[in-house]
C-alpha cells in the first residue's frame, strides 16, 4: 500500500492534468465529457464528483477491472516488483486450489485448441469459419470472442482391459491431444456430485474419451476477470436435422455455473461502465452482432431464465438495463418473473422490441449499424409504462380485467426497494388509468407490506427448518432489499411517499451528528487531546478515539449506523498500533465502503469550524482548541439522541390508549421527566470544556 502511488496506477488507464494541488481527468467509469475524475496524491485516492467511483489504488483497480481485492493486490504486486508471501495453506486447501486452477489451465489449453482447429486447419477453416463468416461475423469479431471449432475427428488408441488385455479404441481428437499434452482425466471428464473437472471430455461405457463439443462451432464463457470457465457448443447448420438441442453447454463444476455467467460480460464491461447502460439479449450471436454494429455494452443471458447472480454483476457496473426482446408480447408477460427480479435490485429497467420477430442478430444482418444504433436509441421504452399499456389494451371495456390489471401493476411496482421510485411510478400509473393517486398508492404500501412480512415469514421457516441437503441455503431473493413503508405512515393513508416524516428527518438529523464524530476521528483521531487518570491515580494521555469510545460507554451509547460503529470500533482496537494516523488508515482499508466515506469526510469542502480549518498537526497545549471541539460535537450527538427519545415519548402521550394503562402511562410520564432533566444537563455542558 505503501509502494502503490495512486497517479501512476491511474495514469495507466486515464490521462490526468494538473489542477491545483490535485489531477483531474475524464472519468473511466462512466461517459464522461469534461473531467469529473478528481486524483489526491496527498491522500492517494481518488474519485469522480459525477458518479461517485474511485478508491485508494487497490480500489480502483477492482473497480477498473472487476476483480477482487487479493486479485488487486496481486496486479499491484506485480506492477512494482513486489514478491507476495502466501500464507501457508493445508494440504486440503492446497489440494481444492491446485483441482481448481487445473481446471482453468485445462480450459484455457481447449480454448486454444479450439481457436487452432478454426483458423489453421482445412475442416477448421472449409467447416467451421465458413459458417461463422456465413453468417455475417467479420474476422475481428471472430477473433475478438476467441471463437473455435471442435472437429467431429477421432483418433484409434490401443489400451489395456481390466483383465489386462490389450484392445482397441477411438478417443476423441480433442481428449486424445490434451492427453498427450499430460493434462489428467479427471480434469478432462467431469464428476457431477463433486463438479470436479471441466466436462470438456466424455467417458463412456468402454472406457474411451470422446469429445463433448464434437462437430460443433465453439463459443468460450469467461468470467468478467477474463478466466474460460465454460464452452458453449453449436451444432452447424448443416446438422441439425434430427438434434433436439442445438446448443450444448459445459456441466456445472466448482468454476462453472451457468447460472452465475453471462456471455459477453468480460468483453462488454468497459463499454457497460462507459456508457452507464447494459443491454441484455438471449444469445451470443445477438452479442456478437451488436459488437459488429459498434454496439459493445451487450451481454447475453445464455437463453436460460434470469438469476439474481446475473443481475448482481450487471449491477456492479451499472444501474440502468435495457431488455431486448424478439419476441411478441405474450412472450414478454412470460418474462415478468426476470423484469421483477431485476426491478427488486434497483435497476433502472427499459424494454426494447424488435420488429418482425427479429432477434439482434438477424436485425443487424438486415441494417447497417447506424440504422441499428438509431433503432436502439429511439425505441426504448421505459418497462411498467410499456406493461401499463400493454394490458390496458387487454382490459378496455372490461372492468374484472382492469381490477387485475391495476392488481398486475402494482405488485411490480411494489417491488422496487426505492421509495422515490416507487412513487414517482404510483403518479405515472394513476396518471395512465385516470385514477386517483392515493387509491394506488395505498395498494403499493399495503404490497410493499405484504411482501415484507412474508420475507420475515420465509427467514423464520428458514431458521426453523432443520438442515438438510437440500433446505435452501438463503432467503430468496425475490424481496430482497425490500423495508416497509415509514412506521408512523398508516397504511390506508399511505398516499404521497415523496414527503418525508419526521422520525425520517429526525433520523437523519442524528445521522449527521454521528457523521460529524466519525469525522473528527478519521482527522484527528490518533492525537491526545488532555490526561485522565487510570486506575493507580497516574495521569495517562488520551486520545480524540479513546476519549469518544469511553464518553460513549459512560452514556451507554452507541453508533446507530453501522460503518460509523465499525469505523470507531477498528479505530480504538488500532489506535496504540506503532505509526497509527485515522485518516491514512481508513483510506487504505480493505473495505471500499469505508475508504469512499473516509474520503468524502476528510475532503468534505464545509468543515468543521471556522476555527479549525488548519491541517491536521499537533498542536501546543495553548493553542490545543481539540478539547473543546471534541466536547462540543459529543454533547451535540447526545442532545440529538435525547431529542429523538423526547419526540417519541411525546407521540406515545398522544396515543388515546395509553389513559387507559395507569401503570404505563406512569412510567413513560416518569421517563419523560428523565429526559428533560438529561436536556436541561447538556444545555448547560454546550460550550464548556469537561476534559482535563
Not at 55 to 79: D, T, W
Not at 158 to 170: K, M, V, Y
Not at 171 to 194: H, I, R, V
Request: glycine letters at 6%; a negative charge; one cysteine or more.
Amino acid at each position: 500500500m505503501d509502494a502503490a502511488n495512486i497517479v501512476d496506477v491511474v495514469s495507466d488507464f486515464v490521462t490526468l492534468k494538473r489542477a491545483g494541488a490535485n489531477l483531474k481527468g475524464l472519468c473511466p467509469f462512466h461517459d464522461d465529457r469534461t473531467p469529473s475524475f478528481i486524483v489526491s496524491p496527498a491522500k492517494n485516492y481518488c474519485k469522480c464528483f459525477a458518479c461517485g467511483k474511485g478508491g485508494n489504488p487497490v480500489g480502483f483497480i477492482m473497480e477498473h477491472e472487476q476483480i477482487s481485492y487479493p486479485e488487486a493486490l496481486r496486479y499491484l504486486a506485480k506492477k512494482y516488483g513486489i514478491t507476495i508471501e502466501e500464507k501457508e495453506l493445508t494440504q486440503e486447501e492446497v489440494q481444492r486450489q491446485d483441482e481448481r486452477e487445473s481446471m482453468f489451465i485445462v480450459n484455457q489449453w481447449a480454448n486454444e485448441w479450439f481457436q487452432h482447429q478454426l483458423n489453421d486447419t482445412p475442416d477448421g477453416k472449409a467447416i467451421g469459419l465458413a459458417y461463422f463468416r456465413g453468417r455475417g461475423f467479420r474476422d475481428d469479431i471472430i477473433k475478438k470472442f476467441q471463437l473455435g471449432f471442435c472437429p467431429d475427428r477421432s483418433v484409434e488408441v490401443e489400451q489395456t482391459d481390466e483383465e489386462g488385455h490389450p484392445r482397441r479404441l477411438r478417443m476423441g481428437a480433442m481428449s486424445y491431444d490434451a492427453l498427450k499434452d499430460g493434462y489428467q482425466e479427471k480434469f478432462l471428464t467431469n464428476n457431477s456430485e463433486t463438479g470436479m473437472g471441466t466436462g470438456l471430455s466424455i467417458k463412456n461405457d468402454k472406457g474411451a474419451l470422446r469429445d463433448r463439443f464434437w462437430g460443433r462451432v465453439i463459443f468460450p464463457i469467461f468470467t468478467m476477470s477474463g478466466k474460460v470457465v465454460g464452452f458453449g457448443g453449436r451444432v452447424l447448420d448443416a446438422a441439425t436435422k434430427g438434434v433436439n438441442v442445438k446448443y450444448q453447454n459445459s456441466p456445472e463444476s466448482v468454476i462453472y455455473s451457468k447460472k452465475k455467467e453471462l456471455y459477453g460480460l468480460f468483453q462488454a464491461k468497459q463499454a457497460i461502465r462507459k456508457q452507464d447502460l447494459c443491454f441484455l439479449v438471449e444469445g451470443y450471436t445477438d452479442v456478437m452482432a451488436m459488437h459488429q454494429s459498434g454496439i459493445e455494452n451487450v451481454v447475453a443471458s445464455s437463453g436460460t431464465a434470469l438469476t439474481d447472480d446475473q443481475i448482481r454483476l450487471i449491477h456492479r457496473l451499472t444501474d440502468n438495463i435495457t431488455v431486448i426482446y424478439d419476441g411478441d408480447a405474450a412472450g414478454i408477460k412470460a418474462s415478468q418473473r426476470g423484469i421483477d427480479m431485476l426491478l427488486a435490485q434497483g435497476m433502472n429497467v427499459r424494454l426494447l422490441l424488435l420488429p418482425d420477430g427479429d432477434d439482434p442478430d438477424s436485425f443487424a444482418r438486415k441494417h447497417n449499424a447506424s440504422d441499428f444504433q438509431k433503432y436502439l436509441a429511439e425505441h426504448q421504452v421505459d418497462f411498467i409504462k410499456f406493461k401499463t399499456n400493454l394490458l390496458m389494451e387487454e382490459a378496455q371495456g372490461d372492468p374484472n380485467k382492469k381490477s387485475q390489471l391495476i392488481n398486475n401493476i402494482v405488485e411490480t411496482i411494489a417491488v422496487i426497494p426505492n421509495e422515490i421510485t416507487r412513487a414517482v411510478y404510483v403518479q405515472e400509473t394513476a396518471a395512465t388509468m385516470q385514477m386517483q393517486e392515493r387509491l394506488i398508492a395505498s395498494a403499493v404500501a399495503k404490497q410493499v407490506q405484504a411482501n415484507y412480512e412474508e420475507t420475515l415469514k420465509q427467514r423464520e421457516r428458514i431458521q426453523q427448518a432443520p438442515i438438510s441437503p437440500d433446505a435452501p441455503k438463503e432467503i430468496p431473493d425475490s424481496h430482497e432489499g425490500l423495508t416497509p413503508p415509514p412506521s408512523d405512515t398508516p397504511i390506508e393513508g399511505y398516499t404521497a411517499p415523496l414527503v418525508q416524516s419526521n422520525r425520517d428527518r429526525d433520523q437523519q438529523r442524528l445521522q449527521n451528528k454521528e457523521a460529524e464524530l466519525v469525522r473528527l476521528v478519521l482527522r484527528y483521531g490518533e492525537q491526545i487531546i488532555g490526561n485522565l487518570p487510570d486506575e493507580q491515580g497516574q495521569d495517562q494521555p488520551i486520545s480524540v478515539i479513546e476519549y469518544i469510545a469511553a464518553s460513549l460507554i459512560q452514556d451507554e451509547l452507541t453508533l446507530a449506523t453501522p460503518i460509523h460503529k465499525t469505523i470507531l470500533d477498528l479505530a480504538v482496537e488500532h489506535v496504540h498500533d506503532e505509526g497509527f494516523m485515522a485518516e491514512k488508515f481508513f483510506l487504505n482499508y480493505p473495505d471500499p465502503e469505508i475508504n469512499a466515506l473516509t474520503f468524502d469526510l476528510v475532503t468534505d469542502k464545509e468543515q468543521l469550524s471556522r476555527m479549525h480549518q488548519k491541517q491536521s498537526t499537533q498542536y501546543t497545549e495553548k493553542e490545543n482548541p481539540l478539547p473543546s471541539m471534541t466536547e462540543h460535537i459529543l454533547t451535540d450527538y447526545k442532545i440529538e439522541i435525547v431529542n429523538k427519545e423526547s419526540k417519541q415519548i411525546l407521540r406515545e402521550l398522544q396515543d388515546p390508549d395509553l389513559m387507559k394503562d395507569a401503570q404505563r402511562y406512569l412510567q413513560v410520564m416518569t421517563r419523560y421527566k428523565e429526559i428533560k432533566e438529561i436536556q436541561k444537563k447538556l444545555s448547560q455542558q454546550q460550550g464548556g470544556r469537561a476534559i482535563v
